[in-house]
């Protein structure tokens, strides 16, 4: 549903330094920002206005930020997906000390913990966007999205899974021209707005069950952020980890 780190990819180069709190400080429209994540590991912050959004995001340096304004109108799609992430990008690049790319079926118990702000105007959701592809990289195979909130979205599936103990709606998209990848959406059906040391594993292995995800390919990037359909100013990202 989104191209996450499609957009000024090229932008991250390697070793990039992390700028001091105060510069890091100004919002961003554009670009990728390094920051000091989880135990002095590298993440990346991206505003990613993909879809012609215009969402600004302001950090302190941390593996956090705000989405200080966001003011272009709806247009019935994705604006914007301001993430958060570790991995590494469409253009090949890494973040240090992500422990990524790694084979699908070497991840033992992955987990992931988030924590959000998530009352703002606007339609929006709170996701995961998480990335499979060859070794080497040539492009996407499987985009797998975890949403665990949002407002005012369109529509879910009418599919039920359980993964967790927990209700999630599935939605799948296969591949297209333009998008030449398997997408495979979970929806929470009761919203949270963080999760902690939420197991990753057992959304991949339904999805390899169902092989819409080959355990031959490689996990390349874990984002956690908005997707932004209109407005979003106000929403936060406070904390953010992913153990792979």
Same mark, same amino acid.
């Given at each position: ?6 957009? *000024? /990819?090229?932008? #991250?180069?390697?070793? !990039? ?6 510069? @890091?400080?100004?919002? $961003? =429209? ?65 973040? *240090? /000390?992500?422990? #990524?790319?790694?084979? !699908? ?6 987990? @992931?913990?988030?924590? $959000? =702000? ?127």
């Amino acid at each position: 549903m989104t191209i996450a780190v499609a957009a *000024a /990819a090229a932008a #991250l180069l390697p070793g !990039a330094v992390r700028a001091p709190a105060s510069a @890091a400080a100004a919002c $961003t =429209t554009s670009g990728w920002r390094t920051v000091t994540g989880t135990d002095g590991r590298q993440d990346v912050i991206n505003s990613d206005n993909w879809g012609g959004g215009d969402a600004c995001v302001s950090d302190d340096g941390g593996p956090d930020f705000t989405i200080t304004s966001q003011d272009v109108a709806a247009t019935g799609s994705v604006l914007a997906y301001p993430n958060i992430s570790i991995g590494c990008y469409w253009a090949g690049t890494c973040s *240090a /000390a992500s422990g #990524l790319p790694i084979l !699908a079926s070497a991840l033992t118990h992955p987990v @992931a913990s988030w924590s $959000t =702000t998530d009352t703002a105007p606007g339609v929006f959701d709170t996701a995961f966007d998480i990335w499979f592809g060859p070794q080497p990289y040539t492009g996407p195979s499987t985009e797998i999205m975890i949403f665990i909130n949002g407002q005012g979205l369109p529509a879910h599936s009418s599919t039920e899974v359980t993964i967790n103990g927990v209700q999630w709606w599935l939605t799948l998209l296969a591949p297209t021209a333009s998008k030449p990848w398997q997408y495979v959406q979970f929806r929470r059906a009761t919203s949270v707005t963080s999760v902690k040391n939420m197991p990753l594993k057992p959304f991949f292995s339904y999805a390899e069950k169902n092989r819409w995800l080959s355990p031959s390919s490689y996990l390349w990037q874990v984002a956690a952020g908005f997707e932004l359909w209109s407005g979003g100013a106000g929403l936060a990202s406070n904390s953010f980890s992913v153990s792979p």
